[in-house]
Nanobody
């Protein structure tokens, strides 16, 4: 079992930045790929970014590429998502997730999920 707790969400103006952090506890964190997903009201959950357990491989959704950066610190059992140049369409609940396999953009391959943190970007 792995427990995930996200933090760092909030209200920010368009063009601003936020840094989300996800702290994992439970089983060995360093061997898991991690991902960030988001879900806006009335929309499907969508992939944002993923990182391999070594941190050597990352994937980004095209709509966030160049603006968001995923990183992990296995010593601290954390994964972060630095979000710059935020847009109103980035407004959503952001979730981190753990995958015992390889880093992937497919939500159904993730085994554990956090409760989410709200990000609201005002225009």
């Amino acid at each position: 079992q792995v427990q995930l707790v996200e933090s760092g969400g909030g209200l920010v103006q368009a063009g601003g930045s936020l840094r989300l952090t996800c702290v994992a506890s439970g089983r060995t964190f360093s061997r898991y790929a991690m991902g960030w997903f988001r879900q806006a009201p009335g929309k499907e959950r969508e992939f944002v970014a993923a990182i391999s357990w070594t941190g050597g491989t990352t994937y980004y959704a095209n709509i966030v590429k160049g603006r968001f950066t995923i990183a992990r610190d296995n010593a601290k059992n954390t994964v972060s998502l630095q979000m710059n140049s935020l847009k109103p369409e980035d407004t959503a609940v952001y979730y981190c997730a753990v995958n015992s396999g390889a880093a992937t953009m497919r939500a159904y391959e993730y085994d554990y999920w956090g409760q989410g943190t709200q990000v609201t970007v005002s225009s």
